[in-house]
């Protein structure tokens, strides 16, 4: 099978295609994919293993077609195996966390610890494979696709994960969510009031979303791109909060507050003086860029980090660098090097 931005090209009839079944069958199944990816997201925090959990869901659903006998709404029955795929690549005790879940905050000189391997973090997703195309629907989904959010739900046990996404994201009925999880109405709604238990203790104070239309989160990005790629510490620190928060996955270490995120940067990150920022059309409903840093030969500049920012009112919460270039800028469509035009 081949797989190009998040579409799944079906295998021949050899290998287990999918050729027996009719085109609008197909493009129905097509229909659901986003959904089905955000949901596999949040409840792995990875989109590679998001995207991994959707194409086994749809291997196994072109497979078992035939006994499928419209009980349920095929969105029903995709959710079903989708939570089935995700509870067993849950199983195990490893849980994908935020470099500030882990431990408090770093002093700005503080030696930069080893990287991690890649399973320990929450990654980003691009909006491109969360959200469709109706804005009622992207605007809706924003909130639950935050960073925050889904390192929040790592905190449950996998059922009560999927429990807790069903009913208060997706807003399936305690019925509903009891047929996909083979379980009674009364466990669910038992097993939904233990998650909002553990949500209400782990689960920080939301960021804002953010709105494209929005002219003055639209400003504050873009002073945010102006005073980095200048380097100008003393005008970037006017548009963070007091608490903002850096991080920088695999690396442990997080920076908190406008004064020691300047002292970071002009120390440890001063490899990122003269930065290039390409705009993405956004990450977990968030403003998003590929970060690139100045490489060795002049006039090129080479991939440092897919950089995600949180905002909260007129500031920015959230400097968020995730620096796994090799898998990430592929995902999100980057090219491996810039080049000055001459």
């Not at 969360?130 to 046990?157: I, M, N, W, Y």
């Not at 995120?261 to 956004?282: I, N, P, T």
């Given at each position: ?95 994908r966390a935020r470099p500030m879940d882990l431990s408090g905050p770093s002093r ?111 400003r504050l990005v873009d002073n945010f791109v102006k005073a980095f790629e200048a ?112």
């Amino acid at each position: 099978m081949s797989v190009a931005c998040g579409r799944v090209t079906p295998m021949n009839d050899s290998s287990g295609s999918p050729a027996g079944l009719a085109p609008d069958v197909l493009a129905a199944f097509e229909t659901h994919r986003r959904e089905l990816c955000a949901y596999a997201y949040r409840m792995l925090g990875s989109s590679f293993e998001a995207e991994d959990a959707v194409q086994e869901t749809y291997t196994r659903a072109w497979k078992s077609y035939d006994s499928f006998e419209g009980r349920a709404s095929l969105r029903s029955w995709l959710y079903k195996i989708t939570t089935n795929v995700c509870l067993d690549m849950l199983d195990g005790p490893q849980r994908r966390a935020r470099p500030m879940d882990l431990s408090g905050p770093s002093r700005p000189d503080s030696p930069l610890p080893a990287p991690q391997p890649d399973y320990v973090w929450i990654e980003p997703i691009p909006n491109a494979l969360a959200f469709g195309a109706d804005p009622a629907e992207r605007a809706s989904a924003k909130d639950t696709l935050r960073l925050a959010f889904v390192a929040a739900c790592q905190h449950l046990p996998a059922t009560q994960r999927a429990i807790l996404i069903m009913r208060e994201v997706l807003r399936f009925s305690a019925n509903e969510t009891a047929e996909a999880l083979t379980m009674s109405p009364a466990s669910v709604n038992s097993a939904l009031q233990r998650a909002r238990a553990t949500m209400s203790k782990v689960q920080p104070a939301a960021t804002d979303t953010y709105d494209e239309t929005d002219e003055d989160q639209r400003r504050l990005v873009d002073n945010f791109v102006k005073a980095f790629e200048a380097y100008d510490m003393d005008t970037l620190t006017t548009l963070l909060k007091t608490d903002v928060a850096l991080s920088m996955p695999p690396i442990e270490l997080w920076i908190s507050g406008p004064e020691n995120v300047a002292a970071f940067m002009l120390g440890h990150g001063s490899a990122c003086r003269d930065s290039r920022m390409v705009r993405l059309e956004g990450a977990n409903g968030l403003p998003a860029f590929g970060h690139y840093k100045p490489g060795e030969e002049p006039g090129v500049w080479v991939p440092w980090s897919i950089t995600v920012l949180e905002l909260d009112g007129d500031t920015i919460a959230g400097l968020n660098f995730f620096l796994d270039t090799e898998k990430l800028f592929p995902l999100f469509g980057l090219a491996p090097e810039l080049r000055e035009r001459i």
